[in-house]
């Protein structure tokens, strides 16, 4: 982002412009190519759209390429890695997300350290093998598997954070990359699947929500896939009423993911009484993947399930490293 000088607000600038924002790429061993969207926007009007865009624009220039970095607002940028995390498929490639929290044009602007070591990190070959060949995050010297992160601070350059997973490198003079933890280069072509279904809602509960607000998410007209946020490792109201509406809408045909609204730890729905209802009526239970990745991967696995029982275990499976079995 750039400020308008007109309005103070900011505003997307032209990525055409990214060299003389950041002279340094020049001085960089690899060479770097930019691409840009016909018109760039705020990372919180981002959509489906936009997701099989970009997903498209890296299937097209794959063979091209060691490595991709794309440049993408904070504030969606969780949802957009886990998107492609899903989408991209047989990924042996670095596909690396980074940003600013202070706008490009700024003099204390994180940016450009951010972009930097992003390239630097999505052209790092060993022996003519990627040292990160999967969708990660970095910001703020870390670097974080895509789908295991979330913007967790609005003020900080450290905006985000990976509580369940370890961060696969950390940028200092050198950047240490931790290899046990990096996905290995999946087998076969690689190819993206941008089949995604947006007939999901969030619930999240809270003590003394009313049966009306419960009722209507679970009634939602044409909804498929409703996750509802509770408290601790999966537990949930024990109220009749909650569990006879809950029970109604799984016999009718509603897919009910479970997902803590704390960011760090998992759902253990037998643990207490409270979940062990939810397990037994067939509510998905969603271990540690983080909100953000439920989400993405709801809308992933829909058009490929016609029924919730398969849904339901496609969804307890790790397929690109959001879950910790």
Request: hydrophobic content about 40%; charged content about 20%.
């Amino acid at each position: 982002m750039v400020q308008d000088h007109a309005t103070g607000r900011l505003i997307p600038f032209d990525f055409d412009e990214m060299s003389k924002r950041i002279p340094e790429l020049a001085s960089l061993s690899a060479e770097v190519t930019t691409l840009s969207l016909d018109e760039p926007i705020d990372s919180s009007d981002m959509n489906l759209d936009h997701w099989r865009v970009i997903a498209r624009l890296v299937e097209e220039h794959y063979h091209d390429y060691d490595g991709f970095v794309i440049l993408h607002g904070t504030d969606t940028m969780a949802y957009t890695a886990s998107a492609l995390s899903f989408m991209f498929v047989n990924l042996a490639k670095p596909v690396i997300l980074t940003g600013s929290q202070l706008p490009i044009s700024m003099v204390r602007t994180d940016g450009k350290e951010n972009i930097i070591t992003a390239i630097e990190i999505a052209a790092d070959y060993r022996n003519g093998e990627p040292l990160v060949p999967e969708v990660a995050v970095y910001f703020e010297y870390m670097l974080f598997r895509g789908n295991r992160t979330f913007k967790y601070n609005a003020e900080h350059f450290g905006a985000f954070t990976s509580p369940d997973y370890p961060p696969l490198a950390e940028a200092g003079i050198e950047i240490h990359y931790r290899k046990e933890y990096i996905r290995k280069p999946a087998p076969g072509p690689f190819g993206v699947d941008d089949r995604l279904d947006n007939r999901v809602a969030v619930l999240t509960l809270f003590p003394g929500i009313s049966k009306h607000i419960v009722t209507a998410a679970l009634n939602i007209p044409d909804n498929r896939v409703l996750i509802v946020r509770t408290f601790g490792s999966g537990n949930a109201m024990t109220a009749p009423w909650f569990l006879r509406e809950l029970r109604q809408a799984i016999d009718g045909g509603l897919i009910v993911v479970n997902v803590s609204q704390c960011r760090a730890g998992t759902v253990r729905q037998g643990r207490y009484s409270t979940g062990a209802a939810l397990e037994e009526m067939g509510v998905v239970a969603g271990g540690d993947i983080q909100f953000e990745a439920a989400v993405c991967k709801s809308m992933h696995l829909l058009p490929q399930v016609s029924d919730g029982k398969t849904f339901g275990e496609l969804f307890a499976r790790d397929l690109r490293g959001e879950l910790t079995l």
